[in-house]
Nanobody
């Protein structure tokens, strides 16, 4: 079973940037669709962005479109989330996730098989 480990979270002022990474434990990563989700205090976990195994299909939540960029490097077994122009409402625990199949929506957490432990992102106003 593949393990996912996020890194790169932290505290940043509004308008700043952070880059999250998600490292997978083995090369089967290259076959997975990958997603980023987040859970803000008192809220349900929500979709942020997803990328297909080839990188050709990318989706973003409306709330982050134009500010966040998802990417992947299959040679490094790593997915990334570049976050720019951060807002206080982006404060959440960010999770990366992997899926081994391509049926069902990429925006639903129920269609992902593997999850990282999460990394905290805090944006101060």
């Amino acid at each position: 079973q593949v393990q996912l480990v996020e890194s790169g979270g932290g505290l940043v002022q509004a308008g700043g940037s952070l880059n999250l990474s998600c490292a997978a434990s083995d090369s089967s990563f290259s076959k997975y669709g990958m997603g980023w989700f987040r859970r803000a205090p008192g809220k349900e976990r929500e979709f942020v962005a997803s990328i297909s195994w080839s990188g050709q299909t990318i989706l973003y939540a409306d709330s982050v479109k134009g500010r966040f960029t998802i990417s992947r490097d299959n040679a490094k077994n790593t997915a990334y989330l570049a976050m720019n122009t951060l807002k206080p409402e982006d404060t959440a625990v960010y999770y990366c996730s992997g899926r081994t199949h391509y049926s069902g929506s990429f925006t639903s957490e129920y269609n992902y098989d593997y999850w990282g432990q999460g990394t905290q992102v805090t944006v101060s106003s």
